[in-house]
C-alpha cells in the first residue's frame, strides 16, 4: 500500500481525475501533481500533506505543457506515472450543424493534448521505465449515438494512440483504461434533455433510464482502479491494451454498474 511513486495527473483537478489524485493522498504516500484548467475545493486541505502540486493550464497549450514539467521537475525531481483525464464531449451535433471550431477543440482536447503529454514526458518516463495511463472510452469502437461523431471518433483516434505508444516504445508501459458510464460533468446534459433532437429519442430515454435506476456509477470506482494501477498496487500484465477499469482492478468486478454506454 504504501507507495513513493511521484506520478501527475493531467485533468486530476475535476471528475475522475479528481477522485484519482484524492485517492493517492489519503491512500498513499504518493507525490502527485495535478494539471487541469479547473481544480475543486475539495483539494484545497490535500495541500497541507506537502504531497501535492497543482498547475491550473491548459492542456492543448504549449506554455502550459512546460509549466508543468518545470513543476513535475521541480516538485517531485521526476516521474513514475503520467495518467491522462482530460477529455470532453464536444458538441453534441450531428455533421450537418456541426462548428469547425468546435470540432477542432474536441480533437486539441481528446487526441492531440494527450500525445503531446506524453511527448513532452517520454525522456523522464524512459529513465524510471515508468507508466502511462489514458482514460479513453468504449465508444471508440462499439458503441456510437447520434450527434457523437466528435467524441467517438476522437476517442477511436486515442485508443489507436495508445496501442501504437506502447509498440514504439520498449521502456514504457501504456494502459488504456475504459471508464463505465460515470457521474460527472459528462453525461448530465444529456439526462437534462438538452440534446433531444440530436440525439434519437431512443438514445435520449436510455440515459434517463439509467439514470432513473441508479446505475450510473461513482466517479470512485474508475478513480480508485486507475490510482492503484498509477501507484503499482495492481499486476499488469499487458500493453497497449484499453480495458475496463473493473478488468484491472478485480476489486471493484463486483461493484460496477449496468451501464456501459
Ligand atoms: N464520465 C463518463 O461517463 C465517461 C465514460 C467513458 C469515458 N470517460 C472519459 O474519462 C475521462 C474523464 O472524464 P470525466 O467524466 O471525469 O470528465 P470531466 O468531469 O469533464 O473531467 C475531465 C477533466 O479534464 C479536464 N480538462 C478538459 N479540458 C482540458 C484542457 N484543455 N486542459 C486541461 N484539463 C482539461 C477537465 O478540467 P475542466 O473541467 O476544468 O476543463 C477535467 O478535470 C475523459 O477522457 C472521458 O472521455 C468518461
Redesign the pocket.
Known amino acids: 500500500m504504501a507507495s513513493g511513486r511521484r506520478i501527475l495527473v493531467?485533468?486530476?483537478?475535476?471528475?475522475?481525475?479528481?477522485k484519482v489524485t484524492q485517492y493517492l493522498l489519503q491512500h498513499h504516500t504518493a507525490k502527485v501533481v495535478v494539471?487541469?484548467?479547473?481544480v475543486a475545493p475539495e483539494l484545497g486541505p490535500l495541500a497541507s500533506t506537502g504531497r501535492l502540486h497543482i498547475v491550473q493550464?491548459?492542456?492543448?497549450s504549449d506554455a502550459a505543457r512546460a509549466q508543468a514539467r518545470e513543476a513535475v521537475l521541480e516538485f517531485m525531481g521526476g516521474i513514475d506515472t503520467l495518467v491522462i483525464?482530460?477529455?470532453?464531449m464536444g458538441e453534441i451535433q450531428r455533421l450537418g450543424g456541426m462548428s469547425s471550431v468546435k470540432l477542432l477543440q474536441t480533437y486539441s482536447?481528446?487526441v492531440f493534448?494527450p500525445m503531446l503529454m506524453c511527448q513532452t514526458f517520454l525522456p523522464e518516463l524512459r529513465k524510471t521505465r515508468g507508466d502511462i495511463i489514458i482514460?479513453?472510452?468504449t465508444v471508440d469502437k462499439n458503441v456510437k449515438y447520434a450527434g457523437w461523431i466528435q467524441y467517438c471518433s476522437s476517442?477511436a483516434a486515442l485508443t489507436r494512440f495508445i496501442q501504437v505508444l506502447a509498440h514504439e516504445e520498449s521502456d514504457v508501459k501504456v494502459h488504456g483504461v475504459?471508464?463505465?458510464?460515470?457521474k460527472?460533468?459528462?453525461?448530465a446534459e444529456i439526462i437534462a434533455g438538452k440534446f433531444t433532437g440530436i440525439m434519437t429519442d431512443d438514445e435520449v430515454q436510455k440515459f434517463r433510464n439509467w439514470d432513473k435506476l441508479g446505475e450510473i456509477e461513482p466517479?470512485e470506482w474508475c478513480a480508485n482502479a486507475v490510482a492503484k494501477l498509477a501507484a503499482r498496487d495492481i499486476p499488469v500484465w499487458t500493453n497497449g491494451v484499453c480495458r475496463y477499469y473493473y478488468e484491472y482492478d478485480p476489486d471493484c468486478r463486483n461493484l460496477r454498474g449496468s451501464a456501459q454506454?
Open positions: 493531467v485533468g486530476g483537478g475535476l471528475g475522475i481525475g479528481q494539471f487541469g484548467l479547473h493550464g491548459d492542456a492543448t483525464t482530460v477529455g470532453v482536447i481528446n493534448a482514460l479513453s472510452s476517442k475504459y471508464p463505465g458510464l460515470t460527472t460533468t459528462m453525461p466517479p454506454l
